[in-house]
């Protein structure tokens, strides 16, 4: 979070606005109910838009069954269970459930003000399957998930939920199509005390889905995609509620974002491959709602009120893509690619200091359209027949009408925010390498990303270059797995990455008695560096295969050396004699250990 340039998250087919539980801890996905997960680093498949960064495309299983069957596990930490079966002949079942209960470990902290802490998730997936004919079939998708943080600072939550009706249809072998439309909505809340008042805010979006795509392969070396879909977005910005005074609600925002779209795929000879596409789409605005206008120094200058279902602001962008890949031989290839992407749907952190408050905006008469101009190349090789993968990767990203707010920005309380968002340019680059062994009693991978994110936005910093939020120098992750015997394997895990950016304090000022804080430059502080190492340990009771029933233990450790690694801080109103604030850390998790019995049936 933190950065408006963001990755683009879909799950079967639905767009996703966070991607984890317990703020990093787990994935938004249950592993025991997804079939398959594709990361686009670069080249974005053009029937996919709206994003600058990456795509994560998640898929559900949707595997044919005749009988009842399923996995799940008991832990300490948290439990999940998946069932998936034959309705007749023609219909199958599947859900999927997970919840935490990390919370009841925060109970045996020696802290009083820790044991009074929650912190838990919960999620549910649900799905049916149904073959109309042998060339049609319906699939009717739900999924709810929720995240909930409470301590004496304050508490935070946020939850996705979406609903999809698809049908697929086969025209031939050769060509098929997709229809779906869904609903979906993520909502946002935090709440701190202000003085003697508890402040809560709440925030959502909402968005009605219709795609349409059509998949033709033409013969072996020549296949096209084409479609077009349309988003309509309700946004409801900030509901305020505060203790003594009545609730405080910024006005609704709506909109429609429409796209169409043709990519195609050439295999040029036995070496190379071309894919390269085209997308159009359209972004309007939509009444009820007040427009307000401003002045060069951002100052209002009037407000014009649209009635309901008036379209009264329209952005036209093209998006296009190209990506080529030349396989010397079968051991080794280059990757290039080049596309030019669209972001409609906005987001901006006030986050001086790690506090996780995230504004979304929709692109409008006063906030422009984000756009990115990403090219990459990678080359690619494998050893030892295949046993070990490696690849090396450069990109560069060239990003325009950037949103961030402006330095001392008021949001509380405030129906203008607009006027204090500020826009100007950004830019990332980096390299990542990446060595992998799959195969053999020891696997594991290794991967190291260097990269550099910042900003140059005119009122902002003096108008100086400055760190984009979501900046990390070094991310490395390690992860390394040996099978002693049938029944036990170990498996370690080693992530680091640099600090995020922040914004502290560096002094205080006094004016009629109320005290407030003198900042740094922007982003010119860093968190500390973020580390930790799990471990775990796997033992199968049984390896009999024609056992229905299968069960495994896993022994593990999460952070094994009590890493203290900050998920925010905080200034407390009390200073010291030297008139600086106290910077006071909150960190969620030390080491876990846990104790999960996995089954399938």
């Not at 929720?146 to 060509?175: C, K, L, P, Q, R």
């Not at 013969?219 to 509620?241: E, L, N, Q």
Request: aromatic share 14%; with cysteine.
């Amino acid at each position: 979070g933190g950065s408006s340039d963001q990755n683009l998250i879909l799950l079967d087919g639905v767009n996703i606005y966070n991607a984890s539980h317990m703020f990093g801890f787990f994935s938004i996905f249950n592993n025991d109910a997804v079939e398959n997960a594709e990361l686009y680093k670069g080249n974005i498949p053009i029937k996919y838009g709206g994003r600058l960064s990456s795509l994560l495309d998640v898929r559900l299983k949707n595997d044919p069954q005749d009988k009842i069957s399923g996995t799940g596990g008991v832990g300490l930490i948290s439990s999940r269970l998946t069932m998936q079966g034959p309705i007749g002949r023609k219909t199958t079942w599947l859900v999927s459930c997970r919840r935490s209960y990390a919370d009841l470990f925060l109970k045996l902290s020696s802290d009083p003000e820790r044991r009074n802490e929650s912190l838990y998730f919960y999620d549910l997936n649900a799905k049916i399957s149904h073959r109309i004919s042998r060339k049609n079939k319906l699939y009717i998708d739900c999924y709810k998930g929720s995240d909930n943080f409470e301590s004496s600072i304050g508490n935070f939550g946020y939850g996705n939920y979406m609903s999809s009706v698809t049908w697929d249809h086969a025209f031939s072998s050769n060509s098929y199509s997709r229809l779906m439309t869904a609903c979906s909505e993520y909502r946002y809340n935090m709440g701190s005390k202000i003085g003697n008042s508890n402040v809560k805010w709440k925030s959502s979006i909402s968005d009605f889905n219709l795609k349409w795509s059509i998949h033709s392969k033409i013969s072996d070396k020549f296949t096209v995609d084409y479609g077009i879909s349309s988003i309509f977005h309700t946004f409801d910005p900030a509901i305020i509620t505060r203790t003594g005074y009545p609730d405080y609600n910024l006005h609704k925002n709506y909109a429609l974002e429409s796209a169409a779209y043709i990519g195609l795929e050439h295999h040029l000879g036995q070496k190379i491959t071309v894919k390269y596409g085209l997308r159009a789409t359209i972004f309007q605005n939509i009444g009820k709602g007040t427009v307000y206008t401003y002045d060069d120094n951002y100052k209002k200058t009037g407000e014009k009120y649209y009635g309901s279902g008036n379209f009264y602001h329209t952005y036209f962008r093209p998006e296009y893509r190209m990506g080529i890949v030349y396989a010397f031989d079968k051991k080794s290839s280059v990757k290039a690619g080049f596309s030019h992407n669209i972001q409609y749907i906005q987001i901006a952190n006030n986050s001086s200091s790690g506090s996780p408050l995230d504004l979304w905006f929709p692109a409008g008469p006063n906030i422009k359209p984000q756009e990115a101009e990403l090219y990459s190349v990678g080359y690619f090789r494998n050893f030892l027949n295949n046993k070990i993968e490696a690849s090396v990767e450069f990109y560069y990203k060239q990003m325009h009408d950037v949103i961030d707010f402006k330095d001392n920005a008021r949001l509380l309380l405030n129906d203008e925010l607009e006027g204090e968002i500020r826009t100007g340019s950004g830019k990332a680059l980096g390299m990542e390498l990446m060595i992998s062994k799959r195969t053999g009693n020891f696997t594991g991978f290794m991967n190291y990303t260097l990269s550099r994110t910042e900003r140059t936005i005119p009122g902002i910093n003096d108008g100086k270059t400055y760190l984009a939020p979501n900046d990390r120098t070094h991310n490395i992750k390690i992860l390394l797995s040996y099978d002693l015997s049938a029944k036990w394997s170990f498996s370690s895990g080693w992530t680091y990455a640099t600090g995020t950016p922040a914004t502290y304090p560096v002094g205080r000022m006094i004016i009629m008695g109320e005290y407030y804080p003198i900042y740094s430059e922007r982003n010119n502080s860093r968190m500390k560096d973020y580390h930790r190492i799990d471990l775990s340990a796997t033992y199968k009771p049984s390896v009999h295969k024609k056992k229905k029933w299968k069960g495994e233990w896993v022994f593990s450790v999460y952070n094994a050396y009590w890493r203290k690694n900050p998920w925010m801080i905080s200034f407390d109103q009390d200073t010291t004699s030297d008139g600086f604030p106290k910077a006071r850390m909150t960190y969620l998790f030390g080491a876990i250990p846990s104790i999960t019995y996995n089954f399938r049936f």
